[in-house]
């Protein structure tokens, strides 16, 4: 049984992923708030920027990893729309400029707040967007996918949701950027080490195609390991007492570890599956986790 035509978009916008788009722009606005240059509307207009952007990539990844021959029968992930036949290609390929429009549109607000090189700011979102796996070079075959994630999910848009409220980057805004960039990739490393057979196939040199299951391994938990200790940092610079977080953030090592566990042990597509929703649902924690702790203060 074929799924429902809104069953289909949805599947294609990869919800799983979205904790990716949401959490800089919870980090970034809790940083503002602590601050005191906290602004609910530049933080709305980045959220929803950000969301589009998110969608509009795996739009653009559904389009051309079918034309690349990377999602295949033997792909044990779940059923890509175009490759399954539930959408055209050119119907994906409308859709995918369609959200990056939007995304275009709604960026052009920020301009109020950051001034005109944001403009830049966002087309080169949209265009790295697209590159990640399209273009006569596509990101995300050449390994680069993972260096896109952190710089674009990390440094930019936490770094830009605290810009254009607070009017400057400061040090502990990079910190934070450091954090959820390297959980955001943790979200690829699971995608990627599923895939990593039919990607070798399809010539999709992803960094585990290329380096192999350990060195994924290795990535996953250094990325946990910085974002639990980013804290440290954060409390360095004055941001908040450290005393406060120490029992979540031993909460939240301990999920890493068992994530780490089951990426090890994972083999059957329902085994990824979990993880890479866990992998999602840990980035929303740890930005929830950190924003708070960040607002509350001292």
């Not at 944001?118 to 087309?123: A, E, I, K, Q, S």
């Not at 042990?265 to 929703?277: I, M, N």
């Amino acid at each position: 049984m074929n799924p429902s035509r809104w069953q289909v978009w949805l599947s294609a916008a990869r919800p799983r992923t979205l904790p990716a788009a949401v959490a800089p722009v919870l980090v970034g606005s809790a940083l503002a708030w602590r601050a005191e240059k906290f602004d609910e509307r530049a933080a709305l207009i980045c959220l929803v920027f950000a969301l589009l952007i998110q969608i509009g990539t795996n739009f653009a990844n559904d389009y051309f990893d079918f034309r690349h021959g990377a999602d295949t029968a033997e792909r044990i992930g779940p059923r890509r729309a175009v490759a399954a036949g539930w959408v055209t290609p050119a119907a994906m390929q409308h859709a995918m400029w369609g959200v990056f429009g939007a995304a275009f549109l709604v960026g052009l607000a920020l301009l109020a707040w950051g001034g005109w090189w944001l403009l830049g700011v966002g087309v080169a979102c949209i265009a790295c967007g697209i590159a990640y796996t399209g273009g006569p070079y596509p990101l995300g075959y050449h390994g680069l996918g993972d260096i896109f994630v952190f710089l674009f999910f990390g440094l930019v848009a936490v770094g830009t949701t605290f810009y254009v409220q607070a009017g400057t980057v400061t040090v502990a805004a990079v910190i934070a950027a450091v954090a959820i960039g390297a959980l955001a990739t943790n979200i690829l490393v699971v995608n990627n080490y599923r895939d990593v057979e039919t990607d070798r196939v399809a010539g999709k040199r992803t960094l585990v195609v290329r380096f192999g299951r350990h060195f994924a391994r290795t990535q996953f938990a250094l990325a946990h390991t910085i974002a639990l200790t980013a804290p440290i940092f954060l409390a360095a610079h004055g941001v908040a007492s450290l005393a406060t977080l120490w029992l979540p953030l031993a909460a939240l090592a301990a999920i890493a570890a068992g994530q780490y566990v089951m990426l090890k042990r994972a083999e059957t597509p329902r085994d990824f599956l979990r993880l890479l929703s866990q992998a999602g649902l840990y980035l929303a924690a740890y930005a929830v986790v950190l924003s708070v702790w960040i607002a509350l203060g001292k």
